[in-house]
């Protein structure tokens, strides 16, 4: 059976890291409501004229130098992105010709901070259906160019970033012990859309606009349809919730992943944690989140992975894979 199997990582975080601090200068906050509230204790932003696409570029370098792969061995390119540098192309066409390739295919997803895993459940299609043996899929944005600096609400929480991995065909025997993905589960429910969505638009406003979130309801959904969306991942591949080794959950809020790993019943030891060094990075949190797991040396080889996310839409869902 056909599998696609994680071969390298990588992430990029610009330069500038912002503490809570700083909007203590010029917003009602305080370090201890954001530090309480989401635990959050920085992120990073983009320096100006640095464009998702160069975030993602070089987090796809380190991810092809984790895989020991040139970027021309590159079937695909999928950029998850809500803050995409133009328009159009789409900035995965960007990111293609900043690697040099001059071969394969490249588009974006736009599923907000469920981005990622829906570019891994597409990329894991391609591989399957045969269109592509090895797909770049990138997390990658700049969210700190759509925040409105008034609204406390929101401007405290998303972070600027990129992580990138590279998905291979690989053959396994069918069983849940194979390397790889093993199942994914996608989820959108569109009557939900205004309580998480930006102001503007090409087609309704012609403006970028501004993100705006009915933080309290998002909440609500969030902790309930990652729990579920986990327990249906793992049921899709025969396994349940206790045998999980590590979650990678989207990095939204300490308490969103914290009541989602007490809903399933997982020790907080088991979650991989990064959302007070980052910030909320949209569809580059689970990459970044992964990227830094590798890192720290929290992801072994066999263990069972499961990463989810949900975000504007609302669109959610979950990939379920063995390391
Ligand atoms: O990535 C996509 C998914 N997004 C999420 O998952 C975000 C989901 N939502 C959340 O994480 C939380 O709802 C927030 C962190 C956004 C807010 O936390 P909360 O505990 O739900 O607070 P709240 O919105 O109920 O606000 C409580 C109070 C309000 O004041 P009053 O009405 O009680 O007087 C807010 O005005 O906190 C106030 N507040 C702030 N105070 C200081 C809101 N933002 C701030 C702030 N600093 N930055």
């Not at 920085?42 to 993602?56: C, I, N, V, W, Y």
């Not at 025997?173 to 638009?201: F, K, M, P, W």
């Not at 998002?218 to 990652?226: E, N, P």
């Amino acid at each position: 059976m056909i599998r696609s199997v994680i071969r390298g990582v990588g992430h990029y975080l610009p330069d500038r890291v912002v503490p809570n601090s700083w909007f203590e200068s010029f917003l009602d906050t305080s370090d201890e409501w954001i530090v309480s509230r989401s635990g959050i204790e920085r992120r990073h932003f983009a320096a100006e004229g640095q464009l998702t696409s160069d975030l993602a570029i070089r987090a796809a370098r380190a991810a092809l130098a984790g895989a020991g792969i040139e970027a021309d061995a590159v079937d695909a390119v999928i950029v998850a992105t809500s803050t995409p540098d133009l328009t159009f192309p789409a900035t995965a066409t960007i990111v293609q010709a900043g690697l040099g390739m001059t071969r394969g295919f490249a588009f974006d997803v736009q599923a907000v901070c469920a981005g990622f895993v829906y570019a891994l459940a597409n990329a894991d299609s391609l591989i399957k259906s045969g269109q592509a043996e090895r797909v770049l899929v990138i997390g990658a944005e700049t969210f700190s160019r759509i925040m409105n600096w008034e609204d406390r609400s929101t401007c405290v929480l998303f972070g600027d970033g990129a992580g990138a991995v590279v998905l291979e065909r690989a053959t396994g025997d069918g069983t849940n012990a194979d390397h790889g993905i093993l199942a994914t589960d996608l989820h959108s429910d569109g009557r939900y859309r205004e309580i998480l969505q930006v102001s503007g638009g090409v087609s309704a406003s012609q403006t970028t606009g501004h993100l705006m979130m009915a933080g309290k309801e998002v909440f609500r959904h969030a902790v309930d349809k990652l729990a579920q969306t986990t327990t249906d991942v793992l049921a899709k591949a025969g396994l349940t919730a206790a045998e999980i080794d590590r979650v990678v959950p989207h990095q939204a809020n300490i308490r969103i992943i914290t009541r989602t790993a007490q809903k399933l019943g997982l020790p907080m030891d088991k979650v991989v944690v990064t959302v007070a060094d980052h910030g909320n990075t949209s569809a580059a949190s689970i990459p970044l989140a992964l990227s830094v797991a590798v890192e720290r040396e929290q992801l072994r080889q066999g263990d069972l992975v499961v990463t989810e996310a949900i975000g504007g839409g609302l669109a959610w869902g979950a990939v379920a894979l063995r390391w």
